[in-house]
């Protein structure tokens, strides 16, 4: 007698299966709806502005003009900013975690990481307001926003630099040090050029959500209109800020330019989203040696 | 006796601290780089910490713990009021959000990791869920506004929908971590007991993984609890209880610091700090919680 595995238990396996396929499809799904959705309603300012929605400067909803070049230019701004004081200070925190540390002071290091990244970004913000921008006479402005999102990225690049580092052949690191290398020269030697594929990675991706950050950029940046300027120390704004701070009182045609400066902030962080992951999964597959 | 003095002159070694002092000199300033990389974080979070505490405990310990329950004034340079709406709306929004997004990531997770492995839908997956992890919060709070409040209205379930979207690709990734860590030999001791693949990962493969699940999707709601940009498009703006989930405009904590914050008045700041110090002990609580069921399994293993 031959034994029977396909009862009715057979379709109870097979519907499992497939809703369990059904909800990692899920993932697709929602990234093709938000592309789909936000691009449709965005269609009336683009028909209405053009390549000009890009290209001009003045933002006036009241004249049924929107140039959002001003914006695109504070969020490159001011991310810029952040990665210019968050990229020196996490690969430190990440080689003194890995070279520098021994356990018992590394634990600690960990639990800090976890509480600034468990910090909410509207916390941030409303410290960067209400302290920060007293202080040194920094004000709202594009210096404050960069700082106040540089602690913020801080913690991903930091851990995403560790997993890379931390994938440096031990026996590199060793023959370096046998060879009389110091500290300092052995990181240079073994670990930089191993890690350095990965460490891209983990700033671009620091630069993604950098650009994507909206609550405390939009309470510290100042909310300045038509600023296109390199003086770090003026009032400006953001594509994710603008968004936040005037979508309360905007009517059709200006809720959809917002929606048209989300379109454009999508897309950027999209791709560079893109970009970070395929090489920080390349460097550290090439790391594991596959 | 100069006899032996001499020879151990010629036996040690070379001196080479001189030529080397410069070369260390150098490892040693990098090394102190390192240390102040370190107080440069920790000094951020510790002024944010401590202005939060102190600013936010002479609010909450004014009114304690009426603070947590009262209502929110609708004037806003009116002192006194306090946050309970708020509250009440965090854990619903929330909560709601949980009870979307984790079982369809622990589903999506069970896919990818004991069904697709290595085929190309999942490596797709596995692949735009960690694109769809940097999109910024607030495209996401459009993207509902848009499927969803244009045609609903205000809710806090939108809010909910917006976090849960948020909140997938952080289950299925640290959910398919857990899953790696379950032994092998678990599995093919319940396949020879007769048991099915569906039958196997319900009874054998979850419950071992379970402690790994629950701390990772407890961080993941931590995160959420913080997050501002999509509620407000999606949860509107109310200052009075709302406990209808469906229904009618609600609020949050992080959209009460958010509204106060930029206030000119001392009583709106004040409670702003209020909400801040109330949100940061939720999130808090919850990271602790996962922080125990983490220890656990360290414990177990």
Same mark, same amino acid.
């Given at each position: 007698?031959?034994?029977?595995?396909?009862?009715?238990?057979?379709?109870?396996?097979?519907? +499992?299966?497939?809703?369990?396929?059904?909800?990692?499809?899920?993932?697709?799904?929602?990234?093709?709806?938000?592309?789909?959705?936000?691009?449709?309603?965005?269609?009336?300012?683009?028909?209405?502005?053009?390549?000009? +929605?890009?290209?001009?400067?003045?933002?006036? *909803?009241?004249?049924?003009?929107?140039?959002?070049?001003?914006?695109?230019?504070?969020?490159?701004?001011?991310?810029?900013?952040?990665?210019?004081?968050?990229?020196?200070?996490?690969? =430190?925190?990440?080689?003194?975690?890995?070279?520098?540390? *021994?356990?018992?002071?590394?634990?600690?290091?960990?639990?800090?990481?976890?509480?600034?990244?468990?910090?909410?970004?509207?916390?941030?913000?409303?410290?960067?307001?209400?302290?920060?921008?007293?202080?040194?006479?920094?004000?709202?402005?594009?210096?404050?926003?960069?700082?106040?999102?540089?602690?913020?990225?801080?913690?991903?690049?930091?851990?995403?630099?560790?997993?890379?580092?931390?994938?440096?052949? *031990?026996?590199?690191?060793?023959?370096?040090?046998?060879?009389?290398?110091?500290?300092?020269?052995?990181?240079?030697?073994?670990?930089?050029?191993?890690?350095?594929?990965?460490?891209?990675?983990?700033?671009?991706?620091?630069?993604?959500?950098?650009?994507?950050?909206?609550?405390?950029?939009?309470?510290?940046? =100042?909310?300045?209109?038509?600023?296109?300027?390199?003086?770090?120390?003026?009032?400006?704004?953001?594509? *994710?800020?603008?968004?936040?701070?005037?979508?309360?009182?905007?009517?059709?045609?200006?809720?959809?330019?917002?929606?048209?400066?989300?379109?454009?902030? +999508?897309?950027?962080?999209?791709?560079?989203?893109?970009?970070?992951?395929?090489?920080?999964?390349?460097?550290?597959?090439?790391?594991?040696?596959? | 006796?100069?006899?032996? /003095?001499?020879?151990?002159?010629?036996?040690?070694?070379?001196?080479?601290?001189?030529?080397?002092?410069?070369?260390?000199?150098?490892?040693?300033?990098?090394?102190?780089?390192?240390?102040?990389?370190?107080?440069?974080?920790?000094?951020?979070?510790?002024?944010?910490?401590?202005?939060?505490?102190?600013?936010?405990?002479?609010?909450?310990?004014?009114?304690?713990?009426?603070?947590?329950?009262?209502?929110?004034?609708?004037?806003?340079?009116?002192?006194?009021?306090?946050?309970?709406?708020?509250? %009440?709306?965090?854990?619903?929004?929330?909560?709601?959000?949980?009870?979307?997004?984790?079982?369809?990531?622990?589903?999506?997770?069970?896919?990818?990791?004991?069904?697709?492995?290595?085929? #190309?839908? &999942?490596?797709?997956?596995?692949?735009?869920?960690?694109?769809?992890?940097?999109?910024? &919060?607030?495209?996401?709070?459009?993207?509902?506004?848009?499927?969803?409040?244009?045609?609903?209205?205000?809710?806090?379930?939108? @809010?909910?929908?917006?976090?849960?979207?948020?909140?997938?690709?952080?289950?299925?990734? &640290?959910?398919? /971590?857990?899953?790696?860590?379950?032994? #092998?030999?678990? !599995?093919?001791?319940?396949?020879?007991?007769?048991?099915?693949?569906?039958?196997?990962?319900?009874?054998?493969? %979850?419950?071992?993984?379970?402690?790994?699940?629950?701390?990772?999707?407890?961080?993941?709601?931590?995160?959420?609890?913080?997050?501002?940009?999509?509620?407000?498009?999606?949860?509107?703006?109310?200052?009075?209880?709302?406990?209808?989930?469906?229904?009618?405009?609600?609020?949050?904590?992080?959209? /009460?610091?958010?509204?106060?914050?930029?206030?000119?008045?001392?009583?709106?700041?004040?409670?702003?700090? @209020?909400?801040?110090?109330?949100?940061?002990?939720?999130?808090?609580?919850?990271?602790?919680?996962?922080?125990?069921?983490?220890?656990?399994?360290? !414990?177990? !293993?």
């Amino acid at each position: 007698m031959e034994l029977d595995l396909r009862g009715s238990k057979a379709y109870a396996d097979r519907a +499992f299966r497939w809703s369990a396929a059904a909800a990692a499809g899920l993932v697709l799904v929602v990234l093709g709806l938000i592309a789909i959705t936000i691009t449709g309603r965005s269609t009336p300012v683009f028909r209405q502005m053009g390549v000009q +929605f890009f290209t001009t400067t003045r933002w006036s *909803p009241a004249d049924a003009l929107f140039g959002a070049l001003p914006f695109v230019w504070g969020t490159a701004f001011t991310a810029l900013i952040a990665l210019a004081i968050a990229v020196p200070i996490s690969l =430190g925190m990440a080689l003194f975690m890995t070279q520098v540390a *021994p356990p018992r002071v590394k634990r600690p290091m960990v639990y800090l990481m976890d509480l600034l990244a468990g910090v909410p970004s509207v916390v941030f913000g409303l410290w960067g307001v209400l302290v920060l921008s007293q202080l040194f006479g920094l004000g709202r402005s594009f210096m404050t926003a960069g700082i106040i999102l540089a602690i913020m990225i801080i913690p991903i690049i930091t851990s995403l630099s560790r997993e890379v580092i931390e994938t440096t052949p *031990p026996g590199d690191k060793e023959g370096a040090l046998a060879l009389g290398c110091t500290r300092w020269e052995m990181i240079r030697a073994a670990v930089i050029p191993h890690s350095a594929g990965g460490l891209v990675g983990a700033i671009m991706l620091g630069l993604g959500r950098a650009m994507g950050e909206t609550i405390a950029a939009a309470l510290v940046i =100042g909310s300045a209109l038509g600023q296109i300027t390199i003086h770090p120390f003026a009032p400006g704004n953001s594509m *994710p800020a603008v968004i936040a701070n005037e979508w309360g009182e905007a009517d059709a045609l200006h809720k959809s330019a917002l929606i048209a400066l989300a379109v454009t902030l +999508f897309i950027i962080t999209i791709v560079v989203n893109l970009f970070a992951t395929t090489i920080v999964q390349r460097s550290m597959k090439k790391a594991q040696g596959l | 006796m100069q006899l032996a /003095q001499q020879e151990q002159a010629a036996v040690a070694p070379p001196d080479l601290s001189a030529k080397q002092s410069w070369r260390s000199v150098k490892s040693l300033i990098m090394t102190g780089l390192m240390v102040a990389s370190v107080a440069a974080v920790a000094l951020p979070l510790v002024a944010v910490v401590s202005a939060v505490l102190r600013r936010g405990l002479a609010v909450v310990a004014h009114d304690f713990p009426g603070f947590f329950v009262n209502e929110i004034p609708n004037i806003a340079r009116r002192p006194g009021g306090g946050m309970g709406p708020a509250v %009440l709306g965090t854990l619903m929004v929330t909560g709601a959000a949980t009870l979307i997004a984790v079982p369809l990531g622990v589903l999506g997770a069970v896919y990818l990791h004991e069904y697709g492995v290595k085929n #190309h839908f &999942s490596r797709l997956v596995r692949f735009m869920s960690t694109v769809m992890s940097g999109v910024p &919060s607030i495209v996401m709070g459009l993207f509902i506004y848009i499927v969803w409040t244009l045609h609903f209205g205000y809710s806090a379930f939108g @809010g909910s929908l917006a976090l849960a979207c948020l909140m997938l690709p952080v289950v299925i990734g &640290s959910t398919e /971590q857990m899953l790696k860590l379950v032994p #092998h030999h678990l !599995r093919e001791a319940s396949y020879a007991l007769g048991s099915s693949k569906s039958r196997t990962i319900l009874t054998v493969v %979850l419950p071992a993984a379970l402690p790994g699940i629950v701390s990772g999707s407890l961080l993941a709601v931590a995160r959420a609890a913080g997050e501002t940009a999509p509620l407000l498009f999606a949860v509107g703006a109310a200052n009075e209880y709302n406990p209808h989930l469906f229904e009618e405009a609600n609020t949050a904590l992080s959209v /009460q610091i958010f509204g106060n914050a930029t206030s000119s008045f001392v009583a709106a700041q004040d409670r702003a700090w @209020g909400a801040a110090l109330t949100l940061v002990l939720v999130t808090f609580l919850v990271t602790l919680a996962a922080r125990v069921f983490t220890a656990r399994i360290a !414990r177990k !293993r």
